[in-house]
């Protein structure tokens, strides 16, 4: 039976293969198909992939200020705080890239370092329009996980609507086969 943590790990392992596909899959674009206005929630390709990665630097700032106080988020707790969700972190592909492989980094290695003792915190955060709530780390880390499914799920669309398949996209090409007795 799959752990919390271990599930957290996978999750993270699924972040980053799915990261590499869409980015691999932008560079394949001109700058601006990219950037075109494809009524998307947040525009265009590259507006999408800016705010995954406004929401992840985001969520990982509020995670480094959990007790734990993961040496992993170090670099995180020394980025700026974007100021919108819809905030352009980067305005071409490339720079943007570089951050992303910085994130999914430090996510997988704070992903590692969690412990199962640590998901039963409850952390304090503020939201974007300041409201303070305290909510269930573990449910927490859970949230940061599906919003990055649910935001790559409208990119990868995105893609395929230009004619771009980014292959499979299913968490259950990561999940490993269990042995039965």
Known sequence: MMSRTDHIRLMAKYNKWMNDKLYEAAMTLPGEELIADRKAFFSSILGTLNHLAVGDTMWLKRFATHPANYSALEPVRNLPIPERLDQPLY????SL???????????????RSITDHDLDHVLRYASTKGIVADKNFFCLVMHFF???????????????????????TDLLALIPNEVTV
């Open 146 to 168: 599906n919003h990055q499914t649910h935001h790559r799920g409208q990119a990868s669309t995105l893609f395929s609507q230009l004619g771009v398949d980014v292959g499979v």
């Open 91 to 94: 305005s071409d592909v490339q």
């Open 97 to 111: 890239s570089n951050h992303r492989r910085l994130l999914d980094q430090v996510i997988t290695e704070w992903a």
